[in-house]
């Protein structure tokens, strides 16, 4: 069976079928030919995987991202970050970093965060001066920032998958995204100094509080939205949809930049977005099902035990498989498949699923930023007018930065353990 798994899988995949029709095939291959289950079990399990409230959180996110995308809240975040560090060589550069790191705490969305901090700030930075590669490499790794920064639509698919908890999993990636963002800071602040990056742009005192005014409303979101979870006023999923009313009232009531068509598209777009990935779930929870029920993560587990002594190796493996894999198909696609694969090896080795998690979803960064499936490559593409190979060999430095962040976090447990360690578990 697993081999008739391996080679069903491997088919379709050479073949360019959808990462959704793989899983719902293999799926039915196995149990129409090695089992006597009736194929009726596939659709009840489809049914059961979207039947979780905390599924509810992905659409409000995607919706939310979207509205702040394309109406004024983005800017007027901008507009504070260049006030706050514009002055300092290089301030260009760390305002569109540090722009990154609170937008990814609004949409959590990684394509998101580029399309809205990139298609303001890539102008502006070449205007400035900077060149025209490190204005690309800049852009498309800082926004990848979206799905570290919590909230995070790939950490709750990787709760779901791993059944852990959504508010640890959140605050579990705030250190490592401030490491991220700090490593993309003090790398801009180098390469400033080494070729006289300036931005002399200076604001007068009425200015600064007119900017500050302005972008408060940008600046209590993730305030409300965080602070209300870790709280406990509300779930991760009310959350979501406070965020969606948050960005609805600032953008009409205090901005009035977003109008009724615009919020059509955006609406649309989130739908469809949504469908997709609640599809890919679906398919992928109905295929995790079919591992459990036949002990493959078990089996797997015996095989991993014999061969590999520590567990920090096993990461080190984990990770580099992950990447390979990340050439054929898309990041979060696969920790959707894989990650419950190995469920049980974790649990030998003593791995907390929180701490895989953070890995996880870094790794998930490389896949957004290497060909041939880098989504946020293909978002730089749109926003800077370059071919595929120019946006990877500008990002490419910046990947480097991440591996070192990644491997920071893998053997440093506690850098993303620590908050839930001091906050949520007593």
Known sequence: MIIALIVCFCALLLLGMPISVMLAATTAVALLFFTDTPLTILVQQIFNALDNSVLQAIPFFILAGGIMTEGALARRLIDVMNLLVGRIRGGLAMATVVACVFFAALSGSSPATVVAIGSIMYPALLKAGYGRDFTTGLITSAGSLGIVIPPS?????????????????FMAGIVPGLLIGGVLIGYTYTLAHKNDWRHTRHYSPREAL?????????????????????????TPTEAAAVSVIYALLVEFLFYRELTLKRLFKVTRDSALLSSCLLFILACAMTFVWLLTAEQLPNKLADIIIN????????????????????????????????????????????IDYIHYGIVMVLMIEFGFLTPPFGLNLFVSMG???????SVAKATAPFLILLIVCVLLVTFIPDISLFLPKLLLRK
């Open 383 to 389: 926003i800077t007018a370059q071919p595929l190979t």
């Open 210 to 234: 007119q900017i500050i005014i302005k972008g408060i409303w940008a600046l209590l979101l993730p305030v409300i939205v965080l602070g209300g979870i870790y709280a406990g006023f509300f």
């Open 307 to 350: 061969y590999v002594d520590s567990w920090w190796m096993f990461l080190l493996l984990i990770s580099i498989f992950f990447l390979i894999t990340g050439a054929a198909m898309d990041a979060v696609s696969a920790m959707i498949v894989l990650s419950p694969l190995f469920a049980e090896t974790l649990t030998r080795y003593g």
């Open 153 to 169: 639509i790939p950490m709750i698919l990787y709760c779901l998958v791993m059944n852990t908890s959504v508010a640890e999993l």
